[in-house]
């Protein structure tokens, strides 16, 4: 599973590092982007919950 952000629909609220800071970082544009990496088996639930708390529904975590 990868975790990715659709910046055209993120509004830089900060919520995804503050809750999975090993997948999502906050960019130099102020906008949210997800490390382009498998996330690990331990924080998948951490990234899933980020995925679900976020407030314009940017971030999708599949398989991709
Ligand atoms: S939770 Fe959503 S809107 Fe907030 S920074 Fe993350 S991707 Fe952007």
Same mark, same amino acid.
Do not use: H, Q, R, W
């Given at each position: %599973?990868?975790?990715?952000?659709n910046?055209e629909?993120?509004?830089?609220?900060g919520?995804?590092?503050?809750?999975?800071?090993?997948?999502?970082? %906050?960019?130099?544009d102020g906008?949210?982007i997800?490390?382009?990496i498998e996330i690990?088996?331990?924080?998948?639930?951490?990234?899933k919950?980020a995925?679900?708390s976020?407030?314009?529904d940017?971030?999708?975590v599949?398989? %991709?």
């Amino acid at each position: %599973m990868k975790a990715f952000v659709n910046k055209e629909d993120c509004i830089g609220c900060g919520l995804c590092p503050s809750i999975c800071p090993d997948i999502f970082k %906050m960019d130099d544009d102020g906008l949210a982007i997800a490390e382009d990496i498998e996330i690990p088996e331990d924080i998948l639930d951490e990234a899933k919950e980020a995925a679900e708390s976020c407030p314009t529904d940017a971030i999708t975590v599949d398989n %991709m």
